[in-house]
């Protein structure tokens, strides 16, 4: 009797692990979901909205200009941001923003990339903290799944702050 | 990388068939072979990702802690990711990041300091700096040879990837790494800086 108990807590635990280590695989290596928090991307984004974030852009280094990430935060990396690509490793950013008289632009270096939150008005970024670097992106939100009514991929930026180069496929 | 995964697919046909009633037709092989694969593979990657991870120390930027001949010799060592699950480390661990100028590539180098902490540099753009929150500064302990917070400054917490606990080949220098700051490179004391 004592040995079929036994039988059975052993399977258990088995499956147990099996199945944990496959959530795992999906979690890391396919999508996540996340629920949105704060003011910093509206209209796209607005807050307690729950999008899909897929993972294999990330890992195959796909991330485009435009696209919009969920990373770790630089100064807290327990803590995750959402923004929007806007220049990867060595592109033109603009760092003034569009009231000022004078533009100041400066090149995202290697391995970094530059993000902004479409709310520009209340959105710390790298305006505030510099570029970061492409490893703290974590996924690329791909859909948005909560509310109802506004289901399906997200739209463009709507800032217009993406300089476009001459090798930039229209 | 490549090396566990041809081994863990090995050894799952082989669990499969001992769990297996009958061994008798190839097909039957082939579905143990199968269920045993995607046991085996979740499994070794859900390791590899959480608990423990090998890698093989390149370069002379740790010598003479890590590869003391140099040349074909590389040490290989242990990296605990169990233990950076939360982002705690102490100075004078021996850690692996993600490096910050590519994201492809890791790196292993000494924790000097951590957020809050005052350092003097060898050779940034500053010579003194304050480690901003959330990030802390490494260094390689063959200063001149090591690519590492001096050039690109502090780095990230959210960049780690796991801390070096044993060497494990060659098996002559088996040892457990434990964590000692190298004479003179150390936070400042803000007390010895006014005095």
């Known amino acids: 009797m004592f040995r079929r108990v ?13 199945y944990g280590c496959i959530a795992h695989c999906a979690f890391e290596y396919i999508g996540e979901f996340v629920v949105c928090s704060g003011p910093s991307m509206e209209p796209t984004i607005i807050n307690h909205d729950v999008v899909f974030s897929e993972r294999m852009s990330r890992h195959l280094c796909k991330i485009q200009k435009g696209d919009i990430v969920i990373a770790k935060s630089p100064y807290d990396p327990n803590m995750n941001i959402c923004k929007r690509v806007i220049g990867l490793e060595g592109d033109k950013v603009c760092t003034s923003s569009p009231s000022d008289l004078f533009k100041t632009h400066t090149y ?3 391995g970094h990339v530059w993000l902004e939150g479409d709310n520009l008005r209340n959105s710390t970024d790298s305006r505030s903290y510099g570029p970061i670097p492409y490893a703290l992106i974590r996924g690329r939100v791909c859909l948005k799944l909560w509310p109802p009514h506004s289901f399906g991929t997200l739209s463009e930026s709507p800032t217009k702050r993406i300089i476009k180069t001459q090798s930039d496929s229209d | 990388m490549v090396l566990i995964m041809l081994i863990a697919t090995l050894y799952s046909p082989l669990s499969s068939f001992l769990m297996a009633q009958q061994t008798t037709a190839g097909r039957r092989y082939l579905r143990a072979f199968v269920s045993g694969f995607f046991v085996a593979v979740p499994v070794t990657v859900t390791v590899l990702d959480r608990f423990a991870y090998v890698a093989r120390v390149e370069g002379a930027s740790m010598q003479p802690f890590f590869n003391p001949e140099g040349g074909l010799k590389s040490d290989i060592v242990l990296l605990n990711r169990w233990s950076v699950r939360n982002y705690q480390v102490q100075r004078g661990d021996i850690v692996s990041i993600v490096s910050p100028k590519n994201p492809q590539q890791k790196i292993i180098k000494r924790v000097i300091g951590l957020e809050g902490d005052f350092i003097r540099t060898l ?3 500053n010579q003194y700096v304050r480690v901003p929150d959330g990030h802390f500064w490494i260094e390689g302990d ?3 040879h090591s690519l590492d917070s001096n050039s690109f400054g502090p780095v990230s917490v959210g960049l780690l990837h796991g801390r070096a606990s044993h060497i494990i080949w060659p098996p002559s220098r088996w040892q457990q ?3 000692s700051l190298p004479p003179n490179r150390g936070p400042l004391d803000t007390k010895e800086e006014e005095g």
């Open chain 2, 177 to 179: 790494i434990k964590p």
């Open chain 1, 6 to 18: 036994l039988g059975k807590t052993l399977g258990f635990v088995g499956y147990t692990i099996q």
């Open chain 2, 142 to 144: 063959h200063h001149g």
């Open chain 1, 108 to 110: 995202v270096p290697k």
């Open chain 2, 123 to 125: 050779g940034y753009k």
